[in-house]
């Protein structure tokens, strides 16, 4: 079929949007109509060309939610007409590691997937006979796109599809990282570094929780204003004296759980120093640039801290995204705040210029079917 689609074809250079062939779905492998789709950053670190990792030409695209159009052979977990969240974190819920309680990181698909390649090895997009390549899995920057049935999260039709899009992402990070890598304790302080969507996410995770105080850390009150609607206690400035500030409000201890949502290394060594001596955790979320290290004071570790990484939040997307979503239709999460631009799919460059700029949280893309 021909398809609409947000095409990198040059590092650096804007997205274009044109038309290309997509192959039905081959065995395992689900046709899905693209409703709704984040713009998130990942996409523009890509389109840039600053990940050594990425490729071209590809259609970029990974916060996507629509609905099932058609199975291949042996599908038996979604069918058409089905509401769906996409994955770029899969789960086979057959692997080790999706057998596993401790990790979310599935290892059925993961090399075909970094190449651009459906699980066979190929693509079912093409321009002209030649391959366009998958991005992240997902490539949802498309009308349609064709993914494997273990990355895509089946979630209740009452759920409009603009919100839903946000679990594929930033979203399910943040709030994973405070339930399941973190999983805070009732009546504990918790302290969130960043206040963009996996920071917002994250407060709102460490709320559900049940944590008595949440500090919320960022440069912009306007987005420090976003943490409070989360259910932030406290909001301080980040800067150099932000560990020394959160020391103050907590007895000179520091806190019970820190989230790092900023990509920074020096933010994530606060995060570290700002974790509580005897069993302060310190939760890092953001994507360092490449090179990058973290500088960490081992005697913040002897002394009782811990520090971990959380990719995608810890969350296994096929069971618990849909019981996240559960979650917001249920009145437990407020959406509406980071659903900053509503946008169609020919101004997917606009999406990553408001973003830069930090205009508002999330840039969702519609695709209302003419
Ligand atoms: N682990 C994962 O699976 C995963 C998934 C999605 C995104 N990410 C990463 O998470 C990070 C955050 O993503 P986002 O979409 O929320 O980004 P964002 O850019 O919207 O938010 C980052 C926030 O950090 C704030 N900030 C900058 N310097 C700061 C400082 N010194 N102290 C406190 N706050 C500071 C900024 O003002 C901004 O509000 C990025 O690195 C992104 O790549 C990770
Ligand atoms: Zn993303
Ligand atoms: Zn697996």
Known sequence: ??????????????????????????????????????????????????????????????????????????????????????????????????????????????????????????TRLSRDGEPVRHFMGTSTFAEYTVMPEIALAKITPDAPLDGACLF?????TGLGAAINTAKVQPGSTCV???AGMVGLGAVA??????????VGVDLSDER??????????????????????????????????????????????????SARMGWGLATVCGVAGKGETLDVVPRFLITGRRIAGSSFGGV???DQVPQLVDRWLAGELDLEPFLSHRLTLDDVNRGFELMERQDGIRSVIGFAQT
Do not use: W
């Open 1 to 122: 079929m021909k398809i609409r689609a947000a095409v990198l074809e040059e590092f650096g250079a804007p997205l274009e949007v044109q038309e290309l062939d997509l192959a039905e779905p081959k065995a395992g492998e689900v046709l899905v109509r693209v409703e709704a789709c984040g713009v998130c950053h990942t996409d523009l670190y890509t389109g840039s060309g600053a990940d050594p990792s990425g490729y071209a030409p590809t259609v970029l695209g990974h916060e996507g939610a629509g609905v099932v159009e058609r199975v291949g052979d042996g599908v038996a977990s979604v069918a058409p007409g089905d509401h769906v969240v996409t994955l770029f974190s899969p789960q086979c819920r057959e692997c080790i590691h999706c057998r596993d309680e401790r990790t979310n990181l599935c290892l059925a698909i993961r090399e075909q997937q970094n190449r651009g390649f459906l699980p066979d090895g190929t």
């Open 205 to 214: 995770g460490c709320r559900l929780q049940g944590a008595e105080r949440i």
């Open 192 to 194: 969130v570094f960043g």
């Open 316 to 318: 296994k997307g096929r």
């Open 224 to 273: 420090l204003e976003l943490a409070r609607g989360q259910g932030a206690t406290d909001t301080i400035r980040g800067g150099p004296d932000a560990v020394q500030q959160i020391l103050e409000l907590t007895g000179g201890f520091g806190a019970d759980y820190t989230f790092e949502a900023t990509g920074l290394v020096d933010v994530m060594r606060q995060a570290l120093e």
């Open 168 to 172: 594929a992402c930033g979203l399910s």
